[in-house]
Each structure stands twice: as C-alpha cells, then as structure tokens.
C-alpha cells in the first residue's frame, strides 16, 4: 500500500464524503476474505492497514496452550515466548506472514473495494438527496424523450430520473433542453440505486408552485387549506388568512393576475380557482362552487349537502362533464347535490 492509495482515499472522503476508515476496515475484510481463499487457509489471520507508515501486514493468530493439536491455529507455549516474551497460556500470538504473491492480491483487492465503496456512497447520498425532497419541487432538465412510451428522462442535477407519460399533464410536449418542474412523489431504495416516483399530474405540485410564487405563503400569512386537481384542465385551491388585512385570494392572483398568470404558464394554461377558505361548511361549499352563484345550501347530514341555484346558474355549477361539483365536492370532502330553484 503506497502513498497513492492513501492519497485517493482522502480524495474519496473529501470529494464523496465516504469516511477513510470505512474503506480501510471495508478493504482490510476484502484482504482477508481474498488471503484465506488464494491460501485455503482456515487459519485465524488478521490483516492491518497501517496508516501512519502506508504499510500493509498480514498477522497469522495463533491460540497460546500446553499440547499443539492443531498447528494451524496453536501453539506452545515455549514457541510463542520466542515471538513474545510476554505471551501466556490461553492467550494469542500474532506471526507476520509473507504470503506470495500478497501485493499484487491486495492492490487489485483494494480496488475493487475502492470501486465498490465509490458506487455504495453515491447510491446513498442519491438516496439521502431524494428523500430530503421528497414531496418537494426540483427543476429538472430534459435531455432525452422515449419516442415509443412518451417518458421524459429528466437531468436533476445529482443524477437522471424519468417522468413516465402518466405522469405527465395530458398534452404537455416536451423539447429536449427544456427547463421542467416536477414533484418528487416518492423514493424507495433498490439495488441499482434510487428508484424515484416523479409527476406533474400530483396535486402536491400545484401547492410548492403556490408557495414559490405566492410571499404571503412563504411567510405563513396565507395557508393553503386544500386542493382538487384534474391536471392539465382545471384545479381548485382554498386559502386561508391569518390576517384580516390581507385578502387570501387578492394575494394569490396578484396584481393584474400576474402571480397567477405565472403558475398558469408552468402547468400549460391550466384553469385554477383560488378560493376563499371557510370554518363554516355553507360558505365553503359556496365559495367552491364559484364562479356559480348559491342561493342557498341546506345540509343534509355531516358531509353531504344540496345546494340551490338560480336555473342559468345550473350548468356553470356543474360545469362541463360535471367537473365544477366533483371538484368542489373533493375540495370540501361534501357530497353536494345540486338543484334548481
């Protein structure tokens, strides 16, 4: 072991962040397995890397007793005093071996462990890096489209990860260069590394959106309460104030729509509502059904209700296909009925 070998291992713990003596305990266990299996040696042997001298030494350990019955790993002890005057009964000494051939067997030993050490610790700082986002935004960068299955294989930063077609808003197309948002929806560890769950279709992404555009969010003056998404046509979101001053869906739109005319833009022109959140479940429905005018909510029971509307107001409560009441009944967990006047 020379002084490159120690040189790349403090390479290794600055540039990967792997501890040296990891890779020294990690190597001086794949030495030993490798010395037993060229030597068929079932003797107990002890390998010791030796920083401080750059030095490798193999130790062949033998048990101190009165009568030798296995010479492999005994032995008297009259013999062992001439090793170490201190040795005594019952106790262990060490003989150095010189085994042949052991330098060329510890440097192609050591690096595949160095090989190996390098591929374990960037699996688990990919891992440690997705899980710390997980249920968070990334902006990726999209260097490759499958032309068959649609998945968009996207640069992180750290690594590649795929966004599969159904996890992409219906319609979106992808160019390759394009800067994307996505949602980290879900890490799980497998032998190759990372296998990481994106999607643009997760209602969790149209919340971080929210909170990276929206400074009333960041500082906690205005809450997101809850969400109903269809992706890529049209989302509802709640807000809350927790200032009378400040007007929860005033702030969401901003100025001349701006701030919503930008989260419009990253989700490909879908609709949102932003709706005012209430304690009070009438005037939530109502504020979910908008832009539909209530005449009056009657409730049914703890989460259903049937809510009243003028007969031009009908369709718009509905709203096409039905996505109007499905969307308010998902955000306000009500069954709504809705009829007529």
Known sequence: MNNDFFLALDSLEKEKGIPKEYMIEKIEAALL?????EEKDNSNVRVDIDETKKDIRVYQQKTVVEEVENETTEITLENAKKINRRAKLGGVVEIELKPKNFRRL???????????GIREAERSNLIKEYESKREEIITAKVIKIDPVNGSVILDTGTSSAVLIREEQI???????????KVFVTEVRREMKGPLVTLSRIHPGLVK????LEIPEIQDGTVEIRAIAREAGSRTKIAVFSTREDVDPVGACIGNRGIRIGAINEELRGERIDVIRYSDDPAEFVTQALSPAKVDRIELDGERSCKVYVAPDQLSLA???EGQNARLAARLTGFKIDIKSN
């Open 33 to 37: 397995a490798s010395y037993k299996r």
């Open 106 to 116: 510890s440097v192609q030993t050591a690096k595949q462990v160095i090989i190996q």
């Open 170 to 180: 219906p319609g979106e197309l992808f160019a390759v260069g394009d800067r994307v």
């Open 208 to 211: 971080r959106i929210f909170e």
């Open 318 to 320: 509905i709203g096409k």
